[in-house]
């Protein structure tokens, strides 16, 4: 009929009419996106690469290249590993412990893990400094047993540090396994038993490679907070710890050198996308 | 035969969840190489027997014996009970060939015997050309098959499924039957299969255990459990029937002389006079027209439904009480709706049940 003899290629502007609809729909988002972090941080490495002189990489050059900074960088390092190590050894335990439970415990359970999020860092780790210090609870208690005479030093130690960056941080690691263990299908455990498989061997040849995603995910979050953690070794062990985010925050604000910490910044940046790279990596790629 | 022998052995096996009880006294003999159903309404129990067999439950008494150990309280990954679950319970982390490998690999077996396993069970159920696919890539037919391939490279002493069809769509299903049943025979493999299929049961078993209520009613091959079935709950799962209510007039010999509301009626059972019954006969009994030492009743012609090869014809008795006959049309014309007619079945083949079994 009449619509057979219109010309063929009425589908192709509505295709893209779509395409040009689906652009606008991103573009707000996406000018956000970039306004408020791409540019910050492409500025970030400007600052670090640009002086008075122009092109230098001399900033990268006292980070990368004296022995202070290296012990700076490695301090970051381990305390971004040693926490993430802590909080997932409690985290992946209790991750199941709380897909376990039922009714008003989960609830309870559950709670004492979000509540903390609304305290601040800051009131966290002042409270770990209650705890910990010389006349502080744990020491107190302790004497008051008659366990110790003296008390333990404990506050302004790298084990504080650890113990209290992995308690603050300990919500990023659990919440994400637990999300992948309450959805786990008890079927594959019972699956893998009549099969022949022993419980240890089930765990770690079923349990742990299907919670794999949910362990990344936390790993990824935990690690980049603690790594760039700076109220917590700033409160919990001060400065003979000197980390990249404290070195960072000394260039801003005492030494006045703006392009040092936008360097240090960014080796920062890079060790924390590296990780989180990395475990996308990982949790995309089956084995 | 020698494989007669008992295979598996459940004991008096009762299970309770809180008040409920899912298992009552389950005694259970399977042979070796035998192909047995569960069949029964939704929460007798099925599954739960099963999982006490599989060690995936603790019964609270009794005791399960397989290929002449006991394993009551065997932990199931040393029992060598294959399961193959309704929802297939396939790891998604690993490929086709890494599911079917997975219970060889966990018992250490060499390498190469694992390989020829895989490649065996593969070709079993014909998925050979599949073998490094993703789980998450497969139909469900597909999964269904690889789920079957993984239950058998270890050569369980029994295989388990627990309506491991149901999640397949109806042509499917029932060309997985005969093929599932053919490769079962093949590998020589003893199963239980639960479903509440009734056609599945009867395609698929040598035996059918109809179970009720925690209880196994009924345990025989489908022919028998058709024909004679030992409750009305069995005749009521298995196939259609007539079925009418009256009360026990007389009684000796093994047969008994119903009052109903039909007529008199004449059928096997042993009943004091005064017992309230349920009268039964299979539609394919009914004859039009008179015949010897056989029931007879009368009424108007419902509704007639041709199946092909037979037709159904429903009868309104009066009363409230109706007949169902299947005739095949070759003795005598087929009714049309609103016929008066007169059908006979057998006494021989009119059963009475006591009315208060009636589920
Ligand atoms: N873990 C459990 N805790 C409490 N009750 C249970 C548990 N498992 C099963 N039951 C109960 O036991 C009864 C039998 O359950 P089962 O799963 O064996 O039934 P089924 O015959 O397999 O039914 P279906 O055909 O619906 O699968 C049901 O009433 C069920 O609610
Ligand atoms: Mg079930």
Not at chain 1, 97 to 126: C, D, N, Q
Not at chain 2, 86 to 104: C, D, E, K, R, W
Not at chain 2, 121 to 144: D, E, N, T
Request: charged residues 20%; aromatic residues 6%; hydrophobic residues 50%.
């Amino acid at each position: 009929m009449t619509e057979a003899a219109l010309p063929a290629p009425v589908a192709a502007p509505s295709v893209d009419r779509e395409r040009l609809a689906a652009i606008g729909f991103v573009l707000p988002s996406f000018v956000i996106i970039a306004g408020v972090f791409a540019l910050p941080l492409v500025l970030l490495l400007g600052v670090s690469i640009v002086d008075a002189n122009g092109l230098t990489f001399a900033n990268y050059k006292r980070l990368l290249g004296t022995p202070y900074y290296l012990g700076v960088v490695w301090n970051s390092l381990r305390l971004g590993l040693l926490t993430t190590l802590i909080a997932f050894l409690i985290s992946y335990p209790a991750a199941f412990a709380l897909a376990r439970a039922r009714g008003a415990l989960r609830s309870v359970l559950l709670a004492t893990l979000f509540l903390p999020l609304a305290a601040s860092v800051i009131v966290k780790a002042f409270a770990w400094t209650i705890l910990l210090r010389s006349d502080g609870i744990v020491n107190e208690t302790l004497m008051a047993l008659g366990i110790i005479e003296d008390p333990i030093r404990m506050i302004f130690t790298e084990t504080a540090l650890i113990v209290g960056a992995a308690n603050i941080f300990l919500p990023f690691m659990i919440l994400p396994i637990y999300a992948i263990v309450a959805q786990l299908d008890r079927r594959y455990a019972e699956a893998a038993a009549t099969l022949g498989a022993s419980p240890i061997v089930a765990f770690f040849r079923v349990i742990l490679p299907l919670t794999l995603p949910g362990i990344i995910a936390g790993v990824a979050l935990v690690f980049s907070l603690s790594v760039s953690a700076y109220v917590v070794p700033t409160l919990l062990i001060g400065e003979k710890y000197p980390t990249l985010a404290t070195a960072i925050a000394k260039a801003y604000l005492l030494a006045r050198e703006p392009g040092f910490g936008a360097a240090a910044g960014v080796v920062l940046l890079a060790i924390a996308i590296a990780v989180v790279a990395l475990s996308a990596r990982l949790s995309r790629e089956p084995k | 035969m020698s494989e007669a022998a008992p295979h598996l052995v459940v004991r008096s096996v009762s299970k309770r969840y809180g008040p409920t009880t899912v298992l009552d006294h389950i005694d259970l003999t399977i042979r070796r190489g035998e192909l047995v159903t569960l069949l029964g309404p939704s929460g007798c129990g099925k599954t739960t027997l099963l999982r006490a067999i599989a060690g995936l439950a603790q019964p609270d008494t009794g005791k399960v014996e397989l290929a002449g150990r006991d394993i009551t309280h065997v932990p199931p990954h040393k029992r060598n009970v294959g399961v193959v679950f309704q929802s297939y319970a396939l790891f998604p982390h690993l490929t086709v060939a890494g599911n079917i490998a997975f219970g060889l690999k966990v018992r250490g077996a060499a390498r190469r015997e694992i390989d020829a396993a895989v490649e065996r069970a593969l070709s079993l159920v014909k998925l050979g050309h599949l073998a490094g696919r993703r789980i998450s890539a497969l139909s469900g037919g597909q999964q269904q098959r690889v789920a079957l391939a993984r239950a058998i490279a270890v050569e369980p002493d029994v295989l388990l499924f627990d309506e491991a069809l149901s999640a397949l769509d109806r042509k499917l299903r029932e060309e997985m039957q005969v093929e599932l049943r053919r490769l079962l025979q093949d590998v020589k493999a003893t199963a239980i299969f639960v479903t509440h299929d009734q056609d599945e049961a009867l395609t698929m078993s040598d035996r059918v255990a109809v179970m009720n209520k925690g209880r196994i009613e009924q345990l025989a091959e489908p022919r028998e459990l058709y024909l004679r079935p030992a409750s009305l709950f069995a005749l009521n799962f298995v196939g259609l029937s007539t079925r009418i209510a009256g009360t026990v007039l007389a009684a000796g010999n093994g047969k008994v002389e119903v009052e109903t509301k039909v007529g008199r009626l004449s059928a096997l059972g042993n009943f004091q006079a005064g017992s309230p019954v349920i009268v039964a006969a299979r539609p394919e009994q009914f004859r039009i027209g008179e015949q010897s030492e056989a029931n007879t009743a009368a009424g108007r012609v419902r509704s007639v439904v041709f199946q092909g090869s037979r037709t159904l014809v429903e009868v309104d008795a009066g009363a409230g009480e109706s007949l169902l006959a299947e005739l095949s049309g070759r003795d005598g014309a087929i009714p049309v709706v609103h016929d008066e007619i007169r059908l006979s079945w057998p006494v021989t083949e009119t059963f009475a049940f006591p009315m208060e079994m009636q589920a």
